[in-house]
Structure formats: C-alpha cells, structure tokens
C-alpha cells in the first residue's frame, strides 16, 4: 500500500516542464505510475486519473483510466483521439466499451468544429477514427439518417468510410448515388485510397445487378397462372 502511496504522491505532485527531454522522462515515469496507481480501485485514483488523462493523454494513463471502464470517462478517451501518441491506445479501450461508446463516437465523427473549412488535422483524425470505430462497432440502421451527410465531407477518408456505411445500411436513393460519388473522389484519392474506392465500386455493381436481377423474378412471381 505504501508503494501506491509514494505513486499517487508523485502524479499529484506534477510540476509544468519547460525542458523537452526532462518533460519527456517526466512523463514516461508518470505513464507508468498512471498504469500501476489504478490496481487500487478506488474512487480518489479514478478522480486523479481522470484529471491526469483530461489534461495529457498520456499512454499509461489512459490505460490505467480504462481500466475502471466507467461511462463517464469515454469523452476523455475521444478526445484523446487527437494525439498521435495516444490514438492506438485511446482506440483499443474504446473497443472495450462497444455499444456503450456509439453515441459518443457519432457525436465526435459528425463535429466538424467551429469553422469546418479551417479545420485542424489533429481534428480530422479524431474524425475518421471515431467514424471508423463507428463502423467497426456495428452501425445501427437508426444512425444512418445523421451519418448520410459525411459522404458529402470534405474530408476524402471521411467520405470513403460514409461511402462504405452506405453500402449496408443506405436507401436505394442512396445506393444510386454511390457511383458517381466514389468516381469523384477517385480524381483526387491516393494510390492507397484508390484500391478502397475500386473495391467500393465493385460492391456497387455487384448490388445494382442483384437489384436488376430481382426485378423480373418479382414481376414473374406476380403475374397470373394460366389455366
């Protein structure tokens, strides 16, 4: 108990660094004591961590945080979305909340900020990552009508996954859209970017000839038998 001690007295003890290689020492040993200091399970560690991760998301920390699983503590974790640093882990313990993070993440994917034509890609990758933890997570049918906006985003990878969602959960006014959507974002998509469009392309194709296909069988199944 005395070694968690010593461990709480150090992260409620933090100082601002002004030196970078000193600041990144502090807080790799503040990382590791943030992981260790949350096997006390106690409301204060929560509190302290939670203080700790709103203010710098760091890795430990945030682990630690997650640990407890508690509601409450999933926008400290979207926003840690934003750092590089923090992503991977921020994203594996969002995982772990599953259902109970969907709103959140939905909240996040549609926040353009306050002005979306300036905005920061530290932002959009906070985008795109809770879009596709979204999509990852199984995407209700009943979110599809605020989610149908991102295929228009300005943001090509936000768009993509939007363009994706659509293809299993979109209207058939929606499906015809697709096409000429993927082939725009096509002109200016990445080498990487190009294959995810041509795949998409391609489940298009393969889902407008199955609707052509069922249009005879549904007209043949209604016409009259002959006696």
């Not at 945030?62 to 974790?77: D, H, N, Q």
């Not at 934003?82 to 909340?97: C, K, P, Q, S, V």
């Not at 989610?147 to 299993?168: K, P, Y």
């Not at 393969?206 to 296909?213: G, V, Y």
Request: aromatic fraction near 6%; hydrophobic fraction near 40%; glycine fraction near 6%.
């Amino acid at each position: 108990m005395k070694a968690f001690d010593v461990l709480a007295e150090f992260l409620l003890s933090r100082q601002p660094i002004s030196d970078p290689v000193e600041r990144l020492g502090e807080e790799t040993v503040m990382s590791a004591a943030g992981r260790l200091v949350a096997r006390l399970r106690k409301d204060w560690v929560y509190d302290l961590l939670a203080d700790l991760a709103g203010q710098r998301p760091l890795r430990g920390v945030l682990m630690g945080l997650g640990s407890f699983f508690r509601k409450e503590s999933i926008p400290i974790f979207i926003n840690a979305l934003i750092e590089d640093e923090a992503r991977l882990t921020a994203e594996a313990i969002l995982r772990g909340f599953g259902n109970v993070a969907r709103k959140a993440l939905l909240a996040a994917a549609l926040d353009e900020g306050d002005n979306p034509r300036s905005e920061s890609e530290s932002h959009l990758r906070k985008r795109r990552s809770a879009l596709a933890l979204l999509l990852e997570t199984g995407l209700p049918r009943g979110y599809w009508p605020r989610v149908r906006s991102l295929i228009d985003d300005h943001d090509h990878q936000i768009a993509l996954l939007a363009c994706r969602a659509c293809l299993n959960c979109g209207t058939a006014t929606d499906m015809t859209r697709m096409p000429a959507r993927l082939s725009e974002l096509q002109l200016t998509a990445g080498w990487f970017d190009r294959g995810h469009i041509q795949e998409l392309l391609s489940r298009c194709s393969a889902c407008a000839q199955i609707s052509r296909d069922s249009v005879p069988r549904a007209r043949q199944g209604s016409s009259p038998v002959n006696a």
